[in-house]
């Protein structure tokens, strides 16, 4: 994000300026939760209220990888005994995770950073309480939106939590324990609370105005981006409560759409949003601010940095932070002897190559000039130009084979592309360098370009609303607008002589029925840490099979187990149904 009204200057640099403290995760919830004596200045003001958001970004990366690899598009398998990791990432693809292992450090993880943001949020929220606004330089109104956003970001938390491990505590309070519970709460009672949370904070809120972007407010919470939560949380409603929504989702994605909260369109290209300059983006509406010299969580070993071979560097030309790691990839719709998986799930190249004129499917590659990329997808071999000016490609770590990246899983190591091995095993615990193409959507530009690495985190877009939206009609029966809905999307995707064989009826040919809506999330939102909540609404996350995934015994991993650190920290908590208890 490049730096670009006072209050939204000192907000927007110091969201940059702020993140390196989060490196120490080793410290207590409350170490940078400030007493009234700290308040001295506007500025000490603002970091206080700056701390969950900071936190807010770093959490994204425990809960990326329970969203993603438990699900059916993104894996992490063995390769060339690189990543078994003592099977901690089969037992999350084939949900059997327990109470410890190394699968259940990111559970906790997940839980932790949750319960760590909301008690932040407490803790600044108590602490303004006893503010006087003008003392600080603060207008009434203005005081009355940092706290609107604070309440806003701690209900993004407990959303998150709602969706993992549905039965939670309620933690308002930082001081006053009697407004808290240690025990679980039914989930009806926490979805209440989160909805008027939000509901009350959206008048107290800014609109966005202008059509360039959230510029220095980015990150922050506004009334589109609020209102976007409640889609988001009436959108599975009928999941995690048992009492449906649509109609409400509906309601206020049509009128984030309308524009009633806000200036928002759809960008003309599928990268727009996450590219170097998504500040501009009029699609975002909330993102974590980011930066090559600052805070880039997205961008490092636990999300994006290490879903690409180990040597990638070399062909993006961005050498600055060192070699990659190939820990995820996507998972196959090929056998090892090229044929396509039958499974109505996963597969999800081939889901794309259903419309064989899908942009995205070109491969990834920086363009000449500054700041330009075409293609989402690493594939094949990866050429580049080495140091004595020879053409060369990404090599293995591993045998030092040139990696030919495929839509397979398998032990192919140095054989040509095409070559049908001996060995037939494709699965978590069986694969090599070459396995699985790879996801590129935030771009990753060359060492001297200005945009290398300042892309800001869309957390919500747009198209999330628009789709929310052509679901809810879906389910009521309404075709027609949800066609609609996903094709004002979609078409930016295609070129338009393939509009009327690609796009959804009645603008094209192609019926939308249930299965072609849940490949059509998996399209638009691959790797954007949502998959799993996704398959879970439709209830496929626990009854279907994908590659190397059978299905569940029943449906109690719909949710995610208790950890035994987690219950071990509170004795009031009751493990989710279907979990092992631990003794106490």
């Known amino acids: 994000m490049k730096l670009k009204n006072i209050l939204s200057y000192t907000l927007g640099a110091a969201l940059l300026v702020s993140a390196p403290s989060c490196t120490d995760l080793t410290e207590t919830v409350y170490d940078q939760t400030v007493t009234i004596n700290y308040y001295q200045t506007h500025d000490d003001v603002v970091r206080a209220f700056l701390r969950p958001f900071e936190h807010g970004f ?20 063995e390769r060339d005994g690189w990543w078994y990791d003592g099977g901690q990432w089969e037992r999350l693809h084939k949900h059997t995770w327990g109470l410890e292992g190394g699968e259940s450090d990111l559970i906790t993880g997940a839980w932790n950073g949750c319960f760590q943001g909301i008690g932040q949020c407490n803790a600044v929220l108590e602490g303004f309480s006893k503010l006087n606004p003008e003392q600080y330089s603060f207008s009434a109104e203005d005081f009355a939106a940092l706290e609107a956003q604070l309440r806003t970001m701690r209900a993004w938390f407990y959303i998150r939590a709602l969706d993992m491990f549905r039965n939670l505590p309620k933690v308002v309070s930082f001081s006053d324990q009697s ?5 679980q709460l039914d989930p009806k009672e926490i979805f209440a609370f989160i909805e008027g949370e939000l509901t009350d904070a959206i008048n107290l809120l800014p609109k966005k105005e202008g059509n360039s972007g959230n510029g220095m407010k980015q990150g922050q919470w506004n009334q589109g981006s609020a209102a976007a939560l409640l889609v988001r949380l009436y959108l599975n409603a009928e999941k995690w409560t048992g009492e449906a929504k649509y109609d409400k989702c509906a309601e206020y994605a049509q009128k984030i ?19 170097w300059n998504n500040d501009t983006s009029n699609e975002i509406l ?6 090559y010299g600052y805070s880039h969580w997205h961008m490092t070993s636990d999300m994006y940095w290490w879903g690409l071979p180990s040597d990638a560097h070399y062909y993006f030309g961005f050498t600055d932070w060192g070699g990659m790691n190939p820990g995820r990839g996507i998972q196959p719709s090929l056998d090892v002897d090229g044929n396509p998986y039958s499974f109505d799930l996963g597969s999800p190249i081939a889901k794309f190559k259903k419309y064989p004129e899908d942009v995205r499917l070109k491969k ?7 700041s330009q990329r075409e293609g989402m997808f690493l594939y094949g071999y990866l050429e580049y130009i080495n140091n004595n000016g020879e053409t060369d490609h990404v090599k293995s770590p ?54 290398a690495m300042e892309s800001d985190y869309a957390e919500i877009r747009l198209a999330e609303i628009y789709y929310a939206l052509a679901e809810c009609k879906f389910r009521q029966g309404d075709l027609e607008t949800a066609g609609k809905m996903f094709n004002a999307v979609r078409k930016r995707n295609y070129p338009e002589t393939t509009w009327e064989e690609y796009l959804y009826q009645p603008e094209g040919n192609v019926l939308l029925t249930e299965q072609e809506v849940i490949d059509e999330w998996g399209r638009e939102f691959l790797d954007e840490s949502r998959r799993r909540t996704d398959l879970c609404r439709w209830n496929k996350f626990s009854s279907s099979t994908w590659w190397d995934k059978q299905p569940d015994a029943d449906n109690h991993t719909d949710i995610f187990i208790l950890t035994q650190k987690i219950l071990g920290a509170n004795p009031d908590l009751k493990q989710n149904p279907g979990y092992p208890d631990i003794t106490r």
């Not at 407004?179 to 025990?183: C, F, G, I, V």
């Not at 909260?261 to 949003?273: E, F, H, T, V």
């Not at 060995?423 to 945009?451: A, L, T």
């Open 58 to 77: 770093w959490s994204v990366t425990s809960t990326y990888r329970l969203q993603e690899l438990s699900a059916d598009q993104i894996g992490t398998w």
């Open 179 to 183: 407004q808290n519970t240690t025990h």
């Open 257 to 275: 759409i309308n524009g009633e909260y806000g200036s928002y369109q759809l960008d003309k290209n599928w990268y727009d949003p996450f590219d």
């Open 286 to 291: 909330f993102a974590f601010t980011s930066s």
């Open 364 to 370: 990834y590659v920086n363009l000449p000039g500054t």
């Open 398 to 451: 591993v045998g030092g084979y040139p990696i030919y990246l495929r839509d397979q899983v398998g032990k192919f190591e140095a054989t040509a592309p095409g070559t049908i091995i001996d060995d037939k095993e494709s699965s978590v615990s069986h694969g090599d360098m070459n396995s699985g193409w790879c996801c590129v959507k935030y771009p990753i530009y060359r060492d001297d370009d200005p945009g």
